[in-house]
């Protein structure tokens, strides 16, 4: 299904300005970022990375460490904003409604594929209080599977510890983000080839996220 091999070049400028210029530097030093794996994410083509979810500040960690612009949902409010608005559709970000069904979010993904961008997709679809994937959806395999778009799992490790309950202002944590092999997408949109290929992603993300810093 994809078409591109690339994200729009304006998107690709847009993301190494914020890379290099706020992004990487608070990761290396305010974090003690340490990055496992950089090397096996693809640098052209689509690929869907998949990943567990703890803080919201995973999204632009797990960007800058895969060295390629990702493309997110946002939800459809944001996109109402002047300048703001411009701004997250460069950087990769799709709207989806509130209560939405699943089907708006999936076409929006495949869409941001079909284009040559990295979608990355949370697991869980929501935020852990462990960091772990505890309760993986099949949406990321069900569009791996729709677009025959290999996945490339990846682990955050200490992302829940920054913001602590009733706080806004970040802790200097350690952060440390393992990057898996790519795994090829399920053959078909059958429930159980799904669930299998779910489970793999699930179970390296939680087996790298074990190995701790």
């Not at 950089?38 to 895969?66: M, R, T, W, Y």
């Not at 979608?119 to 729709?146: E, H, M």
């Not at 913001?163 to 202002?169: A, E, P, Q, V, Y």
Request: proline content about 8%.
């Amino acid at each position: 299904m994809p078409t591109k091999e690339r994200e729009p070049f304006a998107s690709l400028v847009l993301y190494h300005l914020f890379k290099w210029s706020f992004v990487s530097p608070v990761l290396h030093t305010y974090f003690r970022g340490r990055i496992y794996g950089a090397e096996k994410v693809p640098q052209s083509g689509a690929l869907i990375a998949v990943c567990n979810h703890a803080s919201d500040f995973d999204p632009p960690i797990l960007s800058n460490c895969l060295r390629r612009p990702v493309s997110y949902m946002a939800k459809e409010e944001l996109f109402k904003v002047p300048l703001f608005k411009q701004g997250i559709k460069l950087y990769g970000a799709y709207p989806v409604k509130r209560g939405a069904s699943d089907r708006s979010a999936i076409r929006a993904a495949m869409k941001a594929l079909e284009n040559g961008w990295i979608a990355g997709i949370f697991l869980d679809g929501t935020r852990s209080k462990n960091g772990k994937v505890n309760n993986p959806k099949l949406g990321a395999a069900l569009i791996a599977a729709k677009t025959q778009v290999p996945l490339i799992p990846v682990s955050l490790w200490g992302t829940e510890k920054i913001l602590s309950k009733g706080s806004f202002i970040p802790k200097p944590v350690p952060i440390t983000i393992r990057i898996g092999d790519v795994i090829e997408p399920p053959r078909s949109t059958k429930k159980e080839e799904l669930q299998v290929v779910t489970n793999k992603c699930a179970e390296i993300i939680n087996q790298m996220h074990s190995l701790g810093r």
